[in-house]
């Protein structure tokens, strides 16, 4: 059974460096034909994605994002990471991992419980 | 980039009875790389149905898509009180997925 959790901090001040981590348990994060992403909901708002990294350790990023964002694999550990720089109270929300595969048209079939974070000093 | 909108905003209904959400894009998209997700307060969104019209593993046949180009559709032919939640659409296209802000299906 394919899982993944998010860990990282849940307040962070304006101005800083978010890192977080998305851990993945039964499938390996090599598998090429998986596409890993990160994925947001602000506080009573829809799903916004942040971008995704291939198991090559090719990015793509989310045009409103993508000066801000870095995505990286650690495929010892079968983790991925979401870094965001700069951070504003507008990016409060729900941090959630999801992968995503060919086979369902490259729709998310599964998602980490999600992360609430916190901007704020 | 495309942009989905969905209608209406929120839906009120009563159990048993059908509900159809609207999901359109601002140009034509593949239906293979439409999806349907439902979410409810607390939980990971679930894949509802994936390539327009195919049902995801775990969902009951009372849940059914369909559409094309520019207009899809999602049906839930009758409300069971399990079914009360935020329902998305989403588009993947070159490396890039988008969502619809959601449909809130809400009891009457």
């Known amino acids: 059974q394919v899982q993944l959790q998010e860990s990282g901090p849940g307040l962070v001040k304006p101005s800083q460096t978010l890192s977080l981590t998305c851990t993945v348990t039964?499938?390996?994060?090599?598998?090429?034909?998986?596409?890993w992403s990160w994925i947001r909901q602000h506080p009573g708002k829809g799903l916004e994605w942040i971008g995704f990294i291939y198991y090559s350790g090719n990015t793509y990023y989310s045009p409103s994002l993508k000066s801000r964002v870095t995505m990286s694999l650690d495929t010892s550990k079968n983790q991925f990471t979401l870094t965001l720089t700069s951070l504003t109270v507008a990016d409060t929300a729900v941090y959630s991992c999801a992968r995503s595969v060919s086979f369902f048209g490259n729709a998310f079939d599964i998602w980490g419980q999600g992360k609430m974070v916190t901007v704020s000093s | 980039e495309i942009v989905l909108t969905q209608s209406p905003g929120t839906l009120s209904l009563s159990p048993g009875e059908r509900a159809t959400l609207s999901c359109r894009a601002s140009q034509n998209m593949n239906y293979a790389y439409l999806a349907w997700y439902q979410h409810k307060p607390g939980q990971a969104p679930r894949l509802l149905v994936y390539?327009?019209?195919n049902t995801a593993t775990g969902f009951p046949d009372r849940f059914s898509g369909s559409g094309s180009g520019t207009d899809f559709t999602l049906t839930i032919s009758r409300l069971e009180p399990e079914d009360f939640a935020v329902y998305y659409c989403q588009y993947y296209d070159n490396s890039h997925w988008t969502f619809g802000q959601g449909t809130k299906v809400e009891v009457k």
């Open positions: 390539g327009a019209s």
């Open positions: 039964g499938a390996s994060i090599n598998n090429g034909g998986h596409y």
